[in-house]
DNA sequence: ACCTGAACACCGTTCAAGT
DNA sequence: ACCTGAACACCGTTCAAGT
């Protein structure tokens, strides 16, 4: 059978582009070989000659987000390095927001794809640029963690409350006083009750600025 | 055929031990359930009875690894608020030491168990105690992060130096300046050359005091 | 109550073969 | 050079059946 009209030949990087495409869409438990030649109007061996195994695959995925918010981070023109970070990281968050399967993909990899390193060449370009040392610019790389790249993992976080009864916030009171009390009070205090009570840009923001704020002061 | 003589009955407990271990000694990916069940001399089918699916032996061993981490913080006893989450958190790293395939588990995970609640209550407590306001508190345990159980997921581990050749090196300095310095200047640095440039505890404590220093001063 | 055997659907991957 | 078909080993899981 001829090739279907308008089929265009297999490439790593359609075959990436549509792997990214699934796991936004439906998930990383989606991605299977199968489901993404079925996406590609391929059979699935085809993608071997493209890749030459799944772990490949992944690998190419992660190298795939990690360059879009990399490329994100370096659209920042800022001479203030606080200001310059800031807005990098940001930048690179706002990718992260796209793909939210990325970060425990991420961090599950043994090995991290070459596009990273000039990216931290820059953050320490910019430090040492400051009048940080390296060791201090090393410490603070470190120290981002995973906000250098655009998230933070979220451990804690706690259900919605928009549902949560005056009966089940008594029984809360009694196992988790604390977080009760400061449920609770969050909740007075914002200004519009259908937020939530945890807001993760904010979250960011403030952690950042925590870090930036403390390194600055170590600055020689 | 009769039961082996010494073979003690199914538990879940007795289950999820046997996937900790498994998971310790060889990795997350040899944890399945045909494998699972070998190590328990009984067929696969049996674990189905203790365990409803493969979803909930991932979300028990979790939480058997957050209950150790979480049981050895409970042992810190200091008044000082900073020296005490200082001593919680490190305790909870001595024992993320010995699961390092748990981060990565514990960041795919939907659902958090609930011994974390009680754990994050007095966290809440201590801060509060010592003067903290809730808004505040609750801002400071979205930042330590992963940091409350013992962890940070390191996307920037660069690769051990001790092979990097010369010719290696003149290659690097041109593709990245700055991080071939910082390696250079930190590897001079160090005393013991054997220790590598990158110390995970220093960093870790450097960055735990980083943000506990921030929010002291942002104390009332 | 607790465990097993046989079977099913699905997955990643091989290999030789097609065009 | 690029894609395919058939087959294999392995996985999680079902269901009816054993003791």
Not at 123 to 139: D, K, W
Not at 167 to 185: H, K
Request: hydrophobic share 45%; charged share 25%; with cysteine.
């Amino acid at each position: 059978m001829a090739p279907r009209a308008g089929r265009e030949p297999l490439s790593r990087e359609r075959v990436l582009g549509a792997a990214v495409a699934i796991a936004d869409t439906e998930g990383l438990k989606a991605l299977t070989m199968r489901r993404l030649a079925a996406d590609l109007d391929v059979e699935a061996m085809s993608l071997y000659y493209h890749l030459p195994a799944k772990e490949a695959l992944l690998d190419g995925v992660v190298e795939t987000v990690l360059a879009e918010a990399i490329t994100a981070a370096g659209q920042t023109s800022e001479d203030d390095w606080r200001k310059r970070l800031r807005g990098q990281f940001l930048a690179a968050r706002q990718v992260m927001l796209r793909h939210p399967w990325a970060p425990a993909l991420l961090t599950s990899r043994r090995n991290i794809p070459p596009i990273v390193y000039p990216y931290y060449d820059g953050i320490v370009a910019t430090m040492v640029g400051a009048g940080f040392s390296y060791r201090l610019a090393h410490r603070a790389v470190h120290s981002f963690g995973s906000m250098t790249l655009g998230f933070v993992q979220e451990i804690f976080s706690p259900a919605d409350t928009d549902d949560t009864s005056d009966e089940d916030l008594a029984a809360m009171a009694e196992v988790v006083p604390n977080l009760t009390a400061m449920m609770t009070e969050e909740m007075h205090a914002a200004g519009d009750p259908t937020l939530g009570w945890c807001d993760s840009q904010v979250e960011f923001e403030f952690t950042l600025d925590l870090l930036l704020d403390g390194l600055d002061r170590l600055r020689p």
